[in-house]
Each structure stands twice: as C-alpha cells, then as structure tokens.
C-alpha cells in the first residue's frame, strides 16, 4: 500500500525522519524530568568553561587535555545566552541526531544507511562508557572520526587532504583520548589502501604523520606528568568480559555486526578496511587491559575505545540487518520491531541509573550562594558528592572535589570533611586552616562562630 502511494526514495525520507524524532528523544529520555547535568565530566566542563569565560587559568594541563572542547562550549554559551543547565539539557539529544546522520551519510552510498543509523540510533550511554547523550569531549571527538571516515571513504579530492589535517588535529585538542583511536583506525586504511590507491595513502600518511608529531610535541612537555604506574587500589571498575559487552552492546546488534563482517570479509568490498580496524581495535582493547594496566590513563583509554568499538560495530551490523531484508518484508520488520524492543528497554533501564548529582533545593540554594555571598567568602566545605556542582554553579572553591581522583591525600581530605561533619561543624580551627568560609550541610551546625544566613547555608564569622 505505502509503495503504491510513495516512491522508495521518499520512503526512505520518511523513515529517516521518524528515526531523527526516535533519537532526539532517547537521547533526551534520561533529561526529561532532570534538567541538570547527568555527569561528573559534564559539570566539570562548565567549571573549565567559567574558567575561560572569567579569564582565568582554566587549562593549566597538557594541549589535548579537552582545551578544543570548552573553547567549543564557551562559544556556544556566547553565541545562545543559554544557562549551562539548558544547554547540557538539549545538546546533547541535538549531537545524537547529527551523529546519526552522519553515519547515514557514511553507509548510504553502501546501500544500508537506514539500517545502520537504526543499531547506530540503539547505541548505550553509560556513566562509565559515556556515549552521544551525555555533552562531554568524546561525543564531539566521535563526530571528527565520522567526518573522517566520510572523507576517507567518499572523496579523494585534494581538498580533503588539508581538510583532515585540520579535522585530526582539531580532534586531538578536543578530547586526548579518541584521537589515538582514529589515528590507529586511519593507518590501518592507509596500510589496505597502499597497493590500490598509492598517492591517496601517501598523502594520507604524510598527513597523518604530520599532525602525530604536532600532537607528540605538544604533549612531550606533560609525559611525565601524565604517564605515571597507580597501585591496585586505584582500579575500581569492573573488568571487562564477554558477559559485560554484550550487556552494553546487545546480543542481536552484534549478531547483525558479526553477519555484516562476514559479508564484507568474503566480498572484499570497500567496508571491509573498517572490519580489519574492529577486529584490531578488539586486539588493542584486550592489550591495554592485559599488559598495560597500571598505567595512569589506560583504563580511560580502554573504556573510549569501546564506545568507538561500537559506533563501527553499528556500521558494519548495518550490512547483516540489510541482508535480512532479502528474506523477506515480514521476518525484516519483526527483526527490526524486537531489536527496538530490547534496545529501548535497555535504554530506559540505562536512564533510570543515571546519577543525580543534586536536586532542585541545592541548585536554588547554590544559585543564592553566587548570588548573594561576595568574594570574602570563597571557599566552602560541603559533601563531597557535591561539591563539584557546587564549584560549576557558584564560581566559588570547595574544600575538596570528588574529580581530584583516588589518592591519599584525596583519602585524608575525604576523611577530616567526614569528621567535620560528625563533629556537628564544631572545629573552627580546621575552617581557619583551610581558609574555609562556607559550609553547606543538612545536619546540625552547633558552632557559635557560623552564623547560619539560609537553610543550609552557613558562614563564617569575619
């Protein structure tokens, strides 16, 4: 009926509507009744931000530490005028579309564009994997390797050539994790393509060197800050396994992947340069967990590389779910209609454990902190769960901030804030000491030298 009334392209523009709705809205799913951000690095990114904005020494780490990203976010803030809850809020549901259309784009001239934006579309955020629903430097990152792979496998015009130059480097200075994925990815390209396409991978390698040694001379300074052994104690996340993977990816989008590959192996068409990069970037994964692991970093790596593990996972699955099809339009639509099934099932279970860092009390009484208390009082002692949203909301210090990470002395400055605490706000001198003016708590204050100017809110007498 619906081929006798539209043509099979203006389907397809239907179908991809409907799938730009079904993103936006999964990936604002777990926002809906939260307007805050959902993430420790999204609320440490607008600390970045305000830095920059107030012209402060926000980026005193290494280039490639982020810095691409929260000139990204400033610019937006300048550009809209939106509040930081309303631009973490919408943006991230509006990149999750571009990144669906973006692999359409890539995988369209393949023959199974829909299908791969659909298992792309499924695709898990995580607070640990993150993902394209939450706004932090990965998920732009992600979008520089779709725009790569776009150019790498659909133009070799010289235009491209300075253009990835510019699309690698820019990758490299917004998040300093993801693009030595893509740079591992791009050479093995080079390395499929050198026989059939010489001066293409020629020039493809000179530009990636090129940008490498840039990013190498950049970074070198900050090695040794950086690259550093932990001990054990820092490793608190779950290995990964088997058992873990198909939990975040799903059993029948890696049933479709495996088909896909399959496909592309046997038939050696343009694709399967992205099947060789998966089944190394796997290799690379389970390395870094095996012999790598008590390198500072690595675990961070591992876990970015999964979350572009599976974009490519999703591309490559495009082409099985594509050959479902040839069975015919019922077995196609029932496989398609479980697939969503499960997927949005695991979505809303996924949203449903998303942290809140703090409720809409502690955001207005924040808000009147930055609002009414004047730079003399600069720096407040509060749980630690929140003092980072403290710090994002007021432009204030905390005495102590949960993204300093595992350490001792983060372990004894935890410890003395929870003494603090249990000692009902009585020890003055430790206010003094650490130039503390500031305390929120929702326990008792039994100390004459805190005058108490809101519910919550107290500080300390000048």
Not at 265 to 293: A, H, P, W
Not at 330 to 337: A, C, K, L, N, P
Request: proline share 3%; glycine share 4%.
């Amino acid at each position: 009926m619906l081929t006798k009334r539209f043509n099979r392209h203006q389907l397809e523009i239907i179908a991809l509507i409907v799938l730009i709705v079904f993103t936006f809205s999964i990936a604002f799913l777990p926002r809906y009744y939260y307007k805050y951000p959902l993430h420790i690095d999204e609320w440490n990114c607008i600390i970045s931000a305000n830095s920059l904005l107030h012209g402060k020494n926000a980026m005193a780490t290494a280039p490639g530490s982020d810095f691409g990203f929260i000139t990204f976010l400033c610019g937006l803030k300048t550009a809209t005028g939106l509040s930081w809850p309303v631009i973490f809020r919408y943006t991230p549901s509006v990149i999750s579309v571009i990144f669906v259309l973006l692999v359409y784009a890539l995988t369209k001239k393949w023959g199974h564009g829909l299908e791969s934006a659909f298992l792309a579309s499924l695709l898990q955020a995580t607070p640990r994997f993150l993902g394209f629903h939450f706004l932090v430097p990965m998920t732009v990152a992600l979008i520089c390797v779709l725009i790569s792979f776009i150019l790498l496998f659909h133009y070799r015009k010289n235009f491209i050539y300075p253009l990835l130059f510019v699309i690698w480097l820019l990758a490299f200075f917004v998040h300093g994790t993801t693009p030595l994925i893509l740079y591992l990815l791009v050479f093995v390209y080079v390395i499929l393509t050198f026989k059939k396409e010489f001066w293409h991978s020629m020039k493809l390698l000179i530009v990636l060197c090129s940008v490498v040694s840039i990013a190498s001379i950049l970074i070198f300074p900050y090695l040794n800050m950086n690259w550093v052994f932990l001990d054990k104690s820092s490793f608190f996340l779950t290995p990964l396994n088997v058992k873990f993977f198909f939990n975040l990816y799903g059993y029948l989008p890696f049933l479709f992947f495996v088909l896909g590959a399959f496909i592309l192996l046997f038939r050696r068409e343009d694709e399967y340069k992205l099947v060789v990069g998966t089944f190394l970037l796997i290799l690379v994964i389970m390395s870094l967990g095996t012999f790598f692991q008590r390198l500072r970093g690595i675990q961070a790596l591992q876990d970015r590389s999964i979350s572009c593990l599976t974009i490519i996972m999703s591309i490559i699955g495009g082409r099985g779910l594509k050959k479902i099809s040839n069975y015919g339009h019922i077995v196609y639509t029932v496989v398609i209609i479980v697939t969503l099934l499960l997927a949005v099932n695991i979505q809303v279970t996924t949203a449903a454990n998303y942290y809140h860092m703090i409720d809409e009390q502690e955001y207005e009484d924040f808000m009147w902190i930055k609002e009414n208390l004047n730079e003399t009082y600069d720096k407040a002692i509060l749980d630690t769960w929140k003092a980072v949203p403290f710090v994002a909301i007021t432009d204030k210090k905390a005495y102590l901030l949960l993204s300093e990470g595992a350490s001792e002395a983060f372990t004894e400055k935890n410890r003395k804030t929870v003494e603090f605490f249990q000692d009902n706000c009585k020890n003055t001198s430790f206010l003094t000491e650490n130039r503390i003016s500031i305390v929120y708590t929702t326990g008792r204050c039994d100390n004459p030298d805190l005058i108490q100017v809101r519910e919550r809110i107290y500080i300390l007498k000048c």
